[in-house]
C-alpha cells in the first residue's frame, strides 16, 4: 500500500527517494499515470499513408498504430486475441492485414478478425470472429501527434495539453508545422523513466556543469555557459509549469546555440531561424515570438520530452522501475530545405542521438540517481526541487505558471504536483472536479 500523500510535498519543493526504486510506487504508477495519461505514439509524418504502421509501446503495453483507408489513425495492442503471442514483429511498414505467427489468425489494419485458417472445417461455424478483434485503444491527435489512452474517462488531449498548447503552437503550428524523422533510435539506460522527465522538464542547472565538457567540443554560443562561472542574468530565460505536469524551460534566442558557430549546419540554422523569426514576431508580438527560435526543453507529462534547437524528441518508456528504453527522433520543420533537414537530424545524433555526447553526459546521472537506491539509508532519503521556491509569476502573456530565471525547478514543481494528484485521484472525474485554477494556488502559494 502506497502513502502518496508521503511522496511529494508540493509546498516545500520536496519529493521522497523511493519515487526512482520502489516497486509498489511503479505499479500505483502504471495503474494511476500510465493507465490514466495521454501517451505518445507516432506522428503524421511517420505512417503517412493508408496501411503504414509503426509498432511501440504504452509504457509496458506493446501497441500497433495503423492508417486507414479513411486517413484516420487507430491503435490496438500489439496481442493476437487467440492465443496471446505478439502480433506485428516488425517496428514499421506497410500492410493490408497482419497474421499472427503461431497460429495465422490474420487482422485487417481496422483490428478486426478476418481470416482463421481451417476456420470452417475445425471450428464448423462455432467461432463468432467479430468478438475476437485486436484490443483498440483511444487515439487523439494534435497538430499531427498521436497520443494514445486507455482510459475512456480522460480529458480529451486537447483539454489534457491545456496551457502548454500555446506555446507547442509557436513551433507546431505556424508555417508548415514539424516532422518527425524516424526510423527511432532504441536504447536501454538502468534508471528511473522519472529521471530524464523531469530533467527535460526543467533542468537548465545542469546544462552548464554536466554538459561542460561537450558544450566546449561542439563550440556553440552555449559553451559561454559551461563551468557556471556566473548565474546566467536574469533576462537568459525562463520556466513554463501548467496543470497536468507539462513543462518546460526557456534560454532566450538560443535555438541553434549548441551548434558550432562556424560549421555548415550551425551556418545554415542560424540563417533559418534569422529568417523566419521576423514572421513569428509579426503575428505573435516581440514578447511571445521570441520563444521561436529561443532553446525549449520540455516534456510532456507523463513521459514525452524534446528539446527545440537541439530538435531531439524522446519517449521515456517504462522497463520496470530500474530501467527504460529510450525511443529517439528527430524534429524538423517540414518546410526546412532537404540540407538543413539532414543537417538537423545529424546535429541531433551527434548530441542527443544513442551515442550522442549531452545523451551520454546526462545518462550516468540518471542511472546513479535511481541505482544508488539499493541503500536501504539512501532510498528513505530526499530530493530536493526547491530552486525558485516563491519566484513564481503569472503574466497574461504567458500562459500557466511561470518561473522567473532561466535556471529553476518551477517545472519540476508543477510536474510533481501534477503527478501527486494523479496517483492519488480516484479517477479523472474527481480531478476534473477541481477548482482549475485551485493547482497555481497550490504551487505560488498563496
Ligand atoms: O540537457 C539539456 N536539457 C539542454 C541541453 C538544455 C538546453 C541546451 C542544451
Ligand atoms: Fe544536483 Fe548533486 S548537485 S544532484
Ligand atoms: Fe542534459
Given at each position: 500500500q502506497v502513502d502518496v500523500e508521503s511522496l511529494v510535498d508540493v509546498k516545500n519543493g520536496i519529493q521522497a527517494k523511493?519515487?526512482?526504486?520502489?516497486?509498489?510506487?511503479?505499479?500505483?504508477?502504471?495503474?494511476?499515470?500510465?493507465?490514466?495519461?495521454?501517451?505518445?505514439?507516432?506522428?503524421?509524418?511517420?505512417?503517412?499513408?493508408?496501411?503504414?504502421?509503426?509498432?511501440?509501446?504504452?509504457?509496458?503495453?506493446?501497441?500497433?498504430?495503423?492508417?486507414?483507408?479513411?486517413?484516420?489513425?487507430?491503435?490496438?495492442?500489439?496481442?493476437?486475441?487467440?492465443?496471446?503471442?505478439?502480433?506485428?514483429?516488425?517496428?514499421?511498414?506497410?500492410?493490408?492485414?497482419?497474421?499472427?505467427?503461431?497460429?495465422?489468425?490474420?487482422?485487417?489494419?481496422?483490428?478486426?478478425?478476418?481470416?482463421?485458417?481451417?476456420?470452417?472445417?475445425?471450428?464448423?461455424?462455432?467461432?463468432?470472429?467479430?468478438?475476437?478483434?485486436?484490443?483498440?485503444i483511444r487515439v487523439e491527435s494534435y497538430r499531427g501527434l498521436y497520443y494514445g489512452n486507455f482510459d475512456a474517462q480522460a480529458p480529451s488531449l486537447n483539454d489534457y495539453l491545456g496551457d502548454v498548447k500555446f506555446y507547442l503552437d509557436i513551433w507546431m503550428d505556424i508555417n508548415g508545422g514539424i516532422e518527425l524523422v524516424g526510423p527511432p533510435s532504441r536504447s536501454l539506460l538502468n534508471c528511473n523513466w522519472k529521471t530524464p522527465a523531469e530533467n527535460f522538464v526543467g533542468d537548465t542547472y545542469h546544462v552548464g556543469w554536466t554538459h561542460l565538457a561537450s558544450l566546449m567540443a561542439l563550440g556553440g554560443e552555449l559553451a559561454a555557459i559551461g563551468g557556471n562561472e556566473a548565474p546566467p542574468n536574469e533576462g537568459l530565460g525562463m520556466q513554463v509549469t501548467s496543470r497536468f505536469g507539462h513543462g518546460f524551460g526557456v534560454l532566450w534566442d538560443a535555438a541553434p546555440a549548441v551548434h558550432a558557430i562556424n560549421s555548415k549546419a550551425g551556418t545554415l540554422y542560424r540563417e533559418w531561424f534569422a529568417s523566419r523569426k521576423p514572421k513569428m514576431v509579426e503575428k505573435l508580438g516581440a514578447k511571445v515570438g521570441r520563444i521561436y527560435g529561443s532553446h525549449l526543453n520540455g516534456t510532456v507529462f507523463p513521459n514525452n520530452s524534446y528539446l527545440l534547437g537541439t530538435n531531439t524528441f524522446k519517449l521515456w518508456v517504462p522497463r520496470g522501475p530500474?530501467?527504460?528504453?529510450?525511443?529517439?527522433?528527430?524534429?524538423?520543420?517540414?518546410?526546412?530545405?532537404?540540407?538543413?533537414?539532414?543537417?538537423?537530424?545529424?546535429?541531433?545524433?551527434?548530441?542527443?542521438?544513442?551515442?550522442?555526447?549531452?545523451?551520454?553526459?546526462?545518462?550516468?546521472?540518471?542511472?546513479?540517481?535511481?541505482?544508488?537506491?539499493?541503500?536501504?539509508?539512501?532510498?528513505?532519503?530526499?530530493?530536493?526541487?526547491?530552486?525558485?521556491?516563491?519566484?513564481?509569476?503569472?503574466?497574461?502573456d504567458f500562459p500557466g505558471v511561470i518561473g522567473q530565471s532561466a535556471i529553476g525547478e518551477t517545472s519540476y514543481r508543477g510536474f510533481y504536483r501534477a503527478y501527486k494528484e494523479i496517483m492519488g485521484a480516484d479517477n479523472w472525474k474527481a480531478i476534473l472536479k477541481l477548482d482549475p485554477d485551485a493547482w497555481k494556488h497550490e504551487l505560488i502559494g498563496q
Open positions: 523511493r519515487i526512482f526504486w520502489d516497486q509498489q510506487i511503479y505499479d500505483l504508477e502504471i495503474e494511476q499515470i500510465f493507465g490514466k495519461c495521454w501517451q505518445f505514439l507516432t506522428h503524421d509524418s511517420l505512417i503517412p499513408n493508408p496501411g503504414d504502421f509503426t509498432t511501440g509501446y504504452m509504457a509496458e503495453d506493446e501497441v500497433i498504430v495503423t492508417r486507414q483507408d479513411d486517413g484516420s489513425v487507430k491503435a490496438f495492442l500489439n496481442v493476437c486475441t487467440h492465443r496471446g503471442a505478439r502480433l506485428v514483429a516488425a517496428e514499421a511498414g506497410n500492410a493490408r492485414a497482419f497474421s499472427c505467427t503461431y497460429h495465422g489468425w490474420s487482422f485487417g489494419m481496422d483490428g478486426a478478425l478476418k481470416v482463421v485458417p481451417m476456420e470452417e472445417e475445425l471450428y464448423r461455424g462455432s467461432l463468432d470472429k467479430s468478438k475476437f478483434g485486436l484490443r483498440e530500474h530501467q527504460i528504453e529510450v525511443f529517439t527522433w528527430a524534429i524538423v520543420e517540414k518546410e526546412m530545405p532537404a540540407e538543413l533537414k539532414n543537417a538537423v537530424v545529424s546535429g541531433m545524433n551527434s548530441t542527443f542521438g544513442s551515442a550522442g555526447m549531452l545523451e551520454a553526459d546526462d545518462s550516468d546521472n540518471m542511472e546513479t540517481m535511481t541505482q544508488n537506491n539499493r541503500g536501504r539509508m539512501t532510498r528513505e532519503g530526499k530530493l530536493n526541487s526547491q530552486l525558485g521556491l516563491g519566484f513564481h509569476k503569472l503574466d497574461p
